[in-house]
Antibody, heavy 121, light 110 residues
């Protein structure tokens, strides 16, 4: 069965950095694009970044462009999110999610349990 | 402010039917499939409907989706207390090269 397990969250000061990881199993990781989606406390879902199956293209929400970097290591079945210049408004639960593909409506068909990032002094 | 527009909340009695609307634009719903996600309290989102009206394996057929132009709807029939959750619509946005979400609709089963 598909499993996505995020790690790396924690408390960080404004302006600091953090790297999130997402360990994938149960599917051919190297064949699928992957997303990061976040949810601020009590708020809705916000897409953060997407990386294609081979890492050839990466896309970002305007709110994180230039500060966050999505990457992947297909040999380790792991997705990453490097977050720099963190702000209070980046405080959220960060989910990694598997992209289903265009033939399946570009849905995010599996989600991890999330990891909490708190930006506070 | 979310790109897709949903009502913040809906409520209905058990065994009744409820619909949740989702409005977008030509760059997202108008040109791409709509997907719906269910988020139970304290849990991660789960795919509920994909490609406008298709159900993933294991999802109850009490859930159904539809789309027309730049709007979409999620219908839930035979409401049960376990359906109480937040529901999000989403669609790929051609300008962002990523999905956009609605603000979410909190369903209360009275």
């Amino acid at each position: 069965q598909v499993q996505l397990v995020e790690s790396g969250g924690g408390v960080v000061q404004p302006g600091g950095s953090l790297r999130l990881s997402c360990a994938a199993s149960g599917f051919t990781f190297s064949s699928y694009g992957m997303h990061w989606v976040r949810q601020a406390p009590g708020k809705g879902l916000e897409w953060v970044a997407f990386i294609r199956y081979d890492g050839s293209n990466k896309y970002y929400a305007d709110s994180v462009k230039g500060r966050f970097t999505i990457s992947r290591d297909n040999s380790k079945n792991t997705l990453y999110l490097q977050m720099n210049s963190l702000r209070a408004e980046d405080t959220a639960v960060y989910y990694c999610a598997k992209h289903s593909g265009h033939d399946y409506g570009d849905a995010l068909d599996y989600w991890g349990q999330g990891t909490l990032v708190t930006v506070s002094s | 402010q979310s790109v897709l527009t949903q009502p913040p909340s809906v409520s209905e009695a058990p065994r009744q039917r409820v619909t949740i609307s989702c409005s977008g634009s030509s760059s997202n719903i108008g040109n791409n499939a709509v997907n719906w996600y269910q988020q139970l309290p304290g849990k991660a989102p789960k795919l509920l409907i994909y490609y406008d009206d298709l159900l993933p394996s294991g999802v109850s057929d009490r859930f159904s989706g539809s789309k027309s132009g730049t709007s979409a709807s999620l219908a839930i029939s035979g409401l049960q207390s376990e359906d109480e959750a937040d529901y999000y619509c989403a669609a790929w946005d051609d300008r962002l090269n990523g999905p956009v979400f609605g603000g979410g609709t909190k369903l209360t089963v009275l």
